[in-house]
């Protein structure tokens, strides 16, 4: 598992099965909301009635909240969370299972010619 909590949503092609880790999106959903609004997690904690060492686990990916959790989490924070559906598009998944065969290097050099 990637663990970086600092990305919207992750992507991991494994089997040729595409995988969208929602650990990282509530985890960095909830980052983003505190900080918005300029909390500590203590802060948030008390507006939530919740311990802080809660809305660390969270922060951290070790415990994924509900939907409706994150929503109040959010809405604590000031912000409306929003959601929506768009159709899937796997067209460029080849081209990222090719980029992963290549060397770093390789891979480093295509994204600055672009």
């Given amino acids: 598992m990637l663990a970086n909590g600092y990305y919207d949503y992750i992507y991991v092609i494994e089997g040729g099965r595409k995988c969208c880790h929602m650990v ?23 507006r939530l009635g919740k311990r802080q060492a809660e809305i660390a686990r969270w922060e951290r990916g070790h415990v994924v909240p509900s939907l409706e959790r994150l929503r109040e989490v959010v809405a604590a924070c000031g912000l409306e969370l929003t959601c929506g559906l768009a159709v899937a598009d796997d067209s460029y998944d080849e081209q990222i299972v090719a980029g992963f065969s290549l060397p770093v290097g390789e891979r480093l050099a295509r994204v600055h010619r672009t």
């Fill in 24 to 46: 990282m999106l509530s985890a960095s959903v909830i980052v983003e909301a505190r900080r918005r609004a300029g909390l500590s997690q203590r802060e948030l904690a008390l």
